[in-house]
Nanobody
Framework: QVQLVESGGGLVQPGGSLRLSCAAS????????MGWYRQAPGKQRELVAR???????NYADSVKGRFTISRDNAKNMVLLQMTSLKAEDTAVYYC?????????????????WGQGTQVTVSS
């Protein structure tokens, strides 16, 4: 069973920083794209940033220059460093990954989501 577990959310003042972490565990053969999405109350889930296994990144325009995504392939982890946080960054942040996993000689590519971690930016 493959799962993604996030950590690092919390309450921070405007202008502050937070770092989110996501670790993939289970029977994993390889991980392709890893990313972070967020969903604010009353809004649709949106892409924040994603990174390929080769390190190519892309970001939502709203976070460019403030957020940095990185990954540790050896540890099956993806990180999101968030700086200069704004009230509009408040949301539940979800880790997402395309993972080839399985076992018993049978592997398949699936998309996985973490359970989400709350980020609140408020004074």
């Amino acid at each position: 069973q493959v799962q993604l577990v996030e950590s690092g959310g919390g309450l921070v003042q405007p202008g502050g920083s937070l770092r989110l972490s996501c670790a993939a565990s289970g029977s994993i053969s390889s991980i392709n794209v890893m990313g972070w999405y967020r969903q604010a109350p009353g809004k649709q889930r949106e892409l924040v940033a994603r990174i390929t296994s080769g390190g190519i990144t892309n970001y939502a325009d709203s976070v460019k220059g403030r957020f940095t995504i990185s990954r540790d392939n050896a540890k099956n982890m993806v990180l999101l460093q968030m700086t200069s946080l704004k009230a509009e960054d408040t949301a539940v942040y979800y880790c997402n990954a395309d993972i080839i996993g399985g076992g018993g000689g049978s592997f398949s590519l699936r998309n996985y989501w973490g359970q989400g971690t709350q980020v609140t930016v408020s004074s």
